[in-house]
């Protein structure tokens, strides 16, 4: 079992920058490719980026790239999500999600077999 825990959301302006946080439990972290989706009022949860357990990074083309970045401190079990240029359009609640089989279709919802509770990230005009 393992447990996902985010942070760092909150209220932003356009143009402004977050970090999210997600804290993982468990001893393999190092082993786990991880992902972040989110979630916007009355739409799907889309793929935002993912880390390899190896540390190769995988973003959302077209509407994050070049502005989020992902990376991950293993020593910390800890994954982020570095939110720059932030638009009002990224408004929505960010998951934090594991794979613990290092699959490789790591824009793909099914794929991940735990799940964090979601932090709420809001981009004011």
């Known amino acids: 079992q393992v447990q996902l825990v985010e942070s760092g959301g909150g209220l932003v302006q356009a143009g402004g920058s977050l970090r999210l946080s997600c804290a993982a439990s468990?001893?393999?972290?190092?082993?786990?490719?991880m992902g972040w989706f989110r979630q916007a009022p009355g739409k799907e949860r889309e793929f935002v980026a993912a880390?390899?357990?190896?540390?190769?990074?995988?973003y959302r083309v077209g509407s994050v790239n070049g502005r989020f970045t992902i990376s991950r401190d293993n020593a910390k079990n800890t994954v982020y999500l570095q939110m720059n240029s932030l638009k009002p359009e990224d408004t929505a609640v960010y998951y934090c999600?594991?794979?613990?089989?290092?699959?490789?279709?790591?824009?793909?919802?099914?794929?991940?077999?735990?799940w964090g509770l979601g932090t709420q990230v809001t981009v004011s005009t």
């Open positions: 468990g001893r393999s972290f190092s082993s786990y490719s």
């Open positions: 999600a594991a794979d613990v089989n290092s699959g490789l279709r790591l824009s793909q919802r099914d794929e991940y077999e735990y």
């Open positions: 880390i390899s357990w190896s540390g190769g990074s995988l």
